[in-house]
């Protein structure tokens, strides 16, 4: 049975803080719904009823152009090792690029990494809880270093211009507002 929650709890930032990945949801007005899985040293639950989690440059953009014209956003965690839980985090959230008045200190919460693209601060207004009894369990090896073996062959300016290629446009071909910083 669900349970709706107006705030983040101590077990649900203590559930939080113990998962390896989680996942993003958001679409424009029109188009393609999107959901990516995120993981790594990416995301803070900062507040009562904030979180902020920092995106490294990708194959695609599609969180920072849905929000220019939708601010809804989704987040869950799921629990794979242990106990059996969904969580999700309902709300707004607004993308913060470098340049931005807000960026540097945004960008302090995480170890530093050149593919930083954006960050995204998300006010939430719903937290809900499943039971999760249908979810396998899947166990943790270890992240993956790919991307930043990549990042680092890039180096920043390499990272600018393949955000100019790849992400200045969504999959429906919507700015992802990157344009502005490159």
Excluded at 116 to 131: G, K, P
Aim: aromatic share 10%; hydrophobic share 35%.
């Amino acid at each position: 049975m669900a349970k709706q929650f107006p705030a983040f709890s101590d077990d649900h930032r203590s559930f939080i803080t113990a998962q390896h990945i989680f996942f993003v949801a958001t679409a424009a007005n029109d188009g393609r719904v999107n959901l990516s899985p995120k993981g790594g040293d990416s995301l803070r639950v900062t507040g009562d009823t904030q979180l902020v989690w920092r995106n490294i440059t990708g194959s695609g953009n599609e969180t920072a152009g849905h929000l220019l014209e939708n601010t809804r956003m989704t987040v869950m965690w799921c629990g794979f090792e242990t106990r059996p839980l969904i969580l999700r985090a309902y709300g707004t959230a607004r993308a913060v690029h470098d340049g931005d008045a807000d960026w540097a200190a945004l960008d302090a919460l995480f170890p530093a990494h050149d593919g930083a693209r954006n960050i995204f601060v998300m006010d939430v207004d719903l937290v809900q809880t499943s039971c999760g009894y249908q979810v396998p369990y899947f166990d943790f090896k270890e992240e993956r270093a790919t991307l930043d073996t990549w990042t680092e062959t890039k180096g920043r300016d390499g990272i600018k211009a393949y955000w100019a290629e790849k992400n200045t446009k969504t999959i429906d071909g919507k700015p992802t507002g990157i344009e502005d910083y490159l």
